[in-house]
Every structure is written in C-alpha cells, then in structure tokens.
C-alpha cells in the first residue's frame, strides 16, 4: 500500500474521468485542464476483464459431490444394449 503525507500547507483536489491511454499518454478533458499545472499526482485504477470460464473448467474446480452415487462398471461402460 503506497501512503504520502501532504504537507499541511498544500490542498489536495480530487478530479475524476475515464478516459483512454493513448501512446502512454493520458488526455485531460477540457472542462479539467484550466484546474490543472504544474506538478500533479497521478493515480491509475484499472479494472481487470477475467475470462469467463466454461461450465467444464468450474465443474473441475468445484465438482459436485453426491453420496449416492456409484461409477459405471466397465462392462456397463461397453455394453451397447439397450
């Protein structure tokens, strides 16, 4: 966790928008920069996208445990008949 302390004697604003980087570079929206010069602080919140996992991957994870369940015999498992 990054903290700094600020001097008494500074005031701190607080301005936020979302916008899109661009070359490394973040633009300012107009209604904002006539409040901005200077030396600024910079802080960067991204939201991370997770892939969806499918219902294979989570039933692995997570499978569902039934007490009554018992696995197929190998001739069951071969067995074609009806």
Do not use: C, W
Request: glycine share 4%; aromatic share 6%; hydrophobic share 35%.
């Amino acid at each position: 966790m990054y903290t700094e302390e600020v001097p008494m004697s500074d005031t701190m604003i607080a301005i936020e928008f979302q916008t899109q980087i661009k070359d490394g570079a973040i633009e300012v929206p107009m209604e904002y920069r006539d409040q901005l010069s200077g030396t600024v602080r910079v802080i960067i919140l991204r939201t991370e996208h997770r892939k969806a996992s499918n219902i294979i991957e989570r039933m692995l994870r997570n499978p569902i445990r039934d007490p009554t369940f018992t696995p197929l015999r190998r001739d069951e498992i071969y067995n074609r008949q009806g």
